[in-house]
């Protein structure tokens, strides 16, 4: 994505690199079939600040509590200072809670 520093993605191990990629992929599906299903004015405002990043700025975490449920992106920086180990662990987890998010909506 472009939001990810590409001297950071390059860094990482391939498989990382790849799953990183899919999950950042994942959110903004999940969050795009969020904001369509719910319509409305506070989905465009949050539509429209996704538009130039993965991760929602302020103007979309300040949505009424009917709006839809967003999810947040892996901040690289965050995970740029994390051991590798971690990193793993932070990618690896951020990809299941998207997978049990998607479980849910379809339940």
Do not use: C, K, Y
Not at 73 to 100: C, G, H, I, N, W
């Amino acid at each position: 994505p472009e939001e990810v520093d590409s001297e950071f993605l390059n860094a990482l191990p391939e498989s990382l690199r790849r799953e990183l990629v899919a999950a950042n992929r994942a959110i903004a599906r999940f969050n795009r079939a969020a904001l369509e299903a719910s319509g409305g004015a506070d989905a465009s405002a949050a539509r429209d600040a996704m538009a130039t990043a993965t991760v929602p700025d302020a103007s979309a975490s300040a949505m009424t509590p009917d709006s839809p449920e967003i999810m947040d992106a892996v901040d690289p920086e965050f995970l740029a200072a994390l051991p590798p180990d971690m990193q793993a662990e932070v990618v690896q987890q951020q990809t299941r809670e998207v997978q049990r998010r998607a479980r849910e909506r379809v339940a």
